[in-house]
T-cell receptor
């Protein structure tokens, strides 16, 4: 499968627990993006990486959220002390800065915080 | 920062008719304008995009127009079919992509 993959696809957790999501971008894509999407809304930008460097973080990303891309390939998004308001679809996308730089999305991880 | 407004939020058209979705953006530095289609429970899929040095682009039944002076861009779907029913998002990008809130398109039989 040469597309963007995300794991897990679904996560149910209790309030206060920590969760971690993984994104594997398309091979050789140097940019990786994280978005959050709630029902009836468009994806909201959270953060993005170029290779292993985190270039920008949205104000939406509170200090409970952290993202890493240690080797410039896969990325993880961790949410600490989850709150019910964190319930959403977390989407990852990747692109390559040479050529079209089109973003391709993964299937998302749906988080439900009880 | 960039702000993207999208209208209408819901659109119903008779099968075979055309559908038009309009967006405006605020950041004149934005240079890339993709459109994504999202079916229920699925990931956004890129359907067409346009760059700031082009005024119009067409791909079969789908066309996008861009007016950089007015900061408007639009999606046109002709000869609509039932499978066109979905939520459509416009977006604008300088570095990161900022999405509109989406248009739910219903194709009526």
């Amino acid at each position: 499968d040469t597309g963007v993959s995300q794991d897990p696809r679904h996560k149910i957790t209790k309030r206060g627990q920590n969760v971690t999501f993984r994104c594997d971008p398309i091979s050789e894509h140097n940019r990786l993006y994280w978005y959050r999407q709630t029902l009836g809304q468009g994806p909201e930008f959270l953060t993005y990486f170029q290779n292993e460097a985190q270039l920008e973080k949205s104000r939406l990303l509170s200090d409970r959220f952290s993202a890493e891309r240690p080797k410039g390939s896969f990325s993880t998004l961790e949410i600490q002390r989850t709150e019910q308001g964190d319930s959403a679809m977390y989407l990852c996308a990747s692109s390559v800065t040479t050529g079209e730089d089109t973003q391709y999305f993964g299937p998302g991880t749906r988080l439900t915080v009880l | 920062g960039e702000n993207v407004e999208q209208h209408p939020s819901t659109l119903s058209v008779q099968e075979g008719d055309s559908a038009v979705i309009k967006c405006t953006y605020s950041d004149s530095a934005s240079n890339y304008f993709p459109w994504y289609k999202q079916e229920l429970g699925k990931r956004p899929q890129l359907i067409i995009d346009i760059r700031s040095n082009v005024g119009e682009k067409k791909d079969q039944r789908i066309a996008v127009t861009l007016n950089k002076t007015a900061k408007h861009f639009s999606l046109h779907i002709t000869e609509t079919q039932p499978e066109d029913s979905a939520v459509y998002f416009c977006a604008a990008r300088d570095d990161k992509i900022i999405f509109g809130k989406g248009t739910r398109l219903h194709i009526l039989p």
